[in-house]
């Protein structure tokens, strides 16, 4: 993969440069903070090669890729300054987001750029469990201490390392929000708690408190600095700004937040994770069934975002009880990938797919891949994922399992789960469950109708013999397997490659043609079912009775049109007969917009591995065979 140009691509389709406000990532994905994220050609960048999907949450235009995400993003950085230095996008554009989503994105910025760390620490901290289990190290030697002290810092100072990016995310000097946060941290005022009741600021008493590894009282402190920043500079000399507002702001903050603002933020925090505590207290089946049964879920929509201040928490405090239960979510989906890669047997790309995903999940505890590219592509499998992370959620609630360092959920992190042993038995069986329906049950939805694919006879003659099957199928007489895709518009026959779009010119979206039309009407290529129909209507997407999956995408960038000189005659879920109308649009205008009406037919998805052959023909009519798949 080349990840510059990849980079270069996504930026491009982003909106450029100068739609981008701040860009993050994560585990897996690239979060942009975008000015106008209708600018974004969404539809396009998901039919980028080695893109898994888009989401939009939180604020955040996110762009899922996988474990090449660091890379990519680092190709992306250089040379730009978008940092974490970003403002909502709906400041810019002024559309409304409801506080809730305002927050979700405030601490997602904040906890994106900490999460490699945060994670790499959590599993050295669990690697040293195992080590001192299996006695191959003492807990007290030099070198125990050593690596105990690279996996906790980064949660022992945490308050200096969330002052820096929230900084960046409220777009105040990020190096001024840390030294807030490290002020708390500093021995001398450290040393201050051994006095006990008798500190004070000014005559004001301070209540003193341990802020390591604390989480809301530096987002409340932050948050004020925020607004103070802007408003120093809008009062102060600009000459003296670069000395007088950070001295000032320290002045004014490092005693507020001893006072007031670590005191309340440590009692919100407290009273959070108490209600948490007490809740999963009440019924800790209950709350393990709606956490490990959907939290996948809450992780689509961004909304998981909501429980990492609380989860920071309670593992300070020795150990955290809704991570441990929605860990079960991560095996189940693991568990289905499992399924998948048993069941589609006959498939080579799916199933290469579903396996190689099940592997990074066990081993990283990555699983967008599969959460993207399988459950909510085959969406029979999502009940399976959500009773298989129930079943475990259910069981570690029930025994109240507790996650005592943050790690990504794999199995590699068994060890810091405590008590290890119901922990295992509980993600075994989310694993297991998952597994077993998703072989039992089957992946896809299959139609009434679906028939299997017929044995054709294929002789020497012309007549009966397609033109763009190989020579040596014209030499004998065999029985295959082949389905035939004719072709939906009348025009001129071109190769994919000559397309000016990568998804399509490169093949990554599938083999097949392209048409240049001179007809504005798009017909149905072959019996089946319509399973997509994209709002704007330049785009359909079809099934046929054998299982093969077809796009028909009416021009190049025409999302953009939002729907304009299209016409859709069907609706998804219609059965089709080859022939069949279901689009009218105007070519000239669509060409008077700028656009490009050239259309690929691609060939999508199979039900098994077959050689696809193109017409030789340069000039096609609807219904001529435009495609032959062969078994």
């Not at 900084?167 to 490290?182: C, Q, R, T």
């Not at 006990?196 to 530096?218: E, H, K, Q, R, T």
């Not at 500079?233 to 006072?259: E, G, Y």
Request: proline fraction near 4%; charged fraction near 15%.
């Amino acid at each position: 993969m080349d990840h510059k140009k990849m980079g270069d691509d996504i930026v491009r389709l982003v909106g450029g440069e100068a739609n981008i406000n701040g860009l993050v990532h994560c585990a897996t994905r690239l979060r942009f903070d975008l000015k106008d994220s209708k600018k974004a050609e969404r539809e396009t960048l998901e039919k980028h090669d080695g893109i898994i999907t888009v989401v939009e949450s939180g604020g955040q235009f996110q762009v899922v890729i996988g474990s090449n995400v660091a890379h990519v993003y680092a190709e992306i950085m250089k040379n730009r300054d978008f940092g974490g230095d970003s403002s909502s996008s709906t400041e810019s554009t002024g559309e409304k987001t409801s506080l809730l989503s305002k927050v979700f994105e405030i601490i997602s910025g904040s906890f994106s750029p900490l999460i490699p760390a945060m994670a790499g620490s959590g599993m050295l901290k669990a690697l040293l469990t195992v080590l001192t289990m299996l006695g191959w190290m003492s807990d007290t030697s030099d070198t125990y201490l050593i690596l105990s002290a690279a996996g906790n810092a980064v949660f022992y100072f945490l308050p200096i390392f969330l002052g820096i990016t929230l900084g960046m995310k409220l777009k105040a000097n990020p190096y001024v929000a840390g030294v807030i946060g490290a002020a708390l941290m500093e021995p001398s005022f450290t040393g201050l708690m051994d006095k006990g009741s008798d500190v004070s600021f000014l005559g004001i008493p301070v209540v003193m408190m341990n802020y390591s590894a604390s989480v809301f009282p530096i987002f409340i402190s932050i948050s004020i600095y925020a607004v103070l920043d802007k408003l120093l500079k809008k009062i102060i000399l600009k000459d003296l700004q670069l000395f007088l507002v950070p001295m000032i702001a320290l002045m004014i903050m490092v005693p507020l937040s001893a006072m007031a603002f670590g005191p309340f933020g440590t009692t919100v925090g407290d009273w959070i994770s108490s209600g948490v505590t007490w809740l999963i207290g009440v019924s800790g089946i209950l709350s393990g069934v709606v956490l490990g049964g959907f939290m996948t879920f809450m992780v689509v929509f961004g909304l998981h975002w909501g429980f990492t201040p609380i989860t920071i928490q309670n593992i300070g405090v020795g150990g955290d009880p809704i991570e441990a239960m929605a860990a079960a979510a991560v095996f189940a989906q693991i568990g289905v990938a499992f399924g998948i890669f048993l069941k589609a047997k006959k498939n080579k790309t799916l199933r290469t797919l579903a396996g190689s995903t099940s592997l990074t999940g066990l081993l990283a505890g990555v699983t967008e891949p599969i959460v993207y590219g399988l459950i909510l592509r085959y969406k029979r499998v999502i009940p399976i994922v959500v009773i298989a992370g129930a079943i475990g959620g259910a069981i570690n609630g029930h025994f109240g399992v507790k996650m005592t360092a943050y790690v990504f959920h794999n199995i590699f992190a068994i060890p810091v789960y405590t008590p290890t042993v119901v922990y295992v038995i509980a993600i075994a069986c989310s694993f297991a469950v998952a597994a077993v329906l998703t072989v039992m049950f089957g992946y896809e939805s299959k139609s009434k109708d679906t028939v299997s694919e017929t044995n054709e006879s294929v002789s020497t003659s012309a007549e009966s013999t397609p033109a763009e099957l190989p020579v040596v199928l014209e030499t004998k007489t065999t029985e295959i397997k082949k389905e035939q895709i004719y072709s939906p518009l009348t025009g001129k026959a071109v190769a994919l490659s000559t397309i000016n779009d990568p998804a399509f010119s490169t093949g990554a979206m599938g083999k097949g043609l392209a048409i240049v039309p001179e007809i504005g009407e798009v017909v149905a290529p072959v019996d089946g079912v319509v399973t997509s129909l994209f709002p704007t209507g330049h785009a359909i997407g079809l099934t046929t009775n054998a299982g093969t999956e077809i796009l028909i995408h009416i021009g190049i960038n025409t999302v953009a049109l939002k729907g304009k000189h299209f016409s859709p005659v069907v609706q998804e879920g219609d059965i089709v007969r080859q022939g069949d109308l279901l689009i009218q649009f105007d070519i000239d205008k669509i060409k008077e917009a700028g656009y490009e009406t050239v259309t690929p037919v691609i060939v999508t998805l199979t039900q098994q591995e077959v050689d696809v052959f193109e017409t030789t023909q340069a000039q096609v009519q609807k219904n001529d065979v435009l495609l032959t798949l062969v078994v």
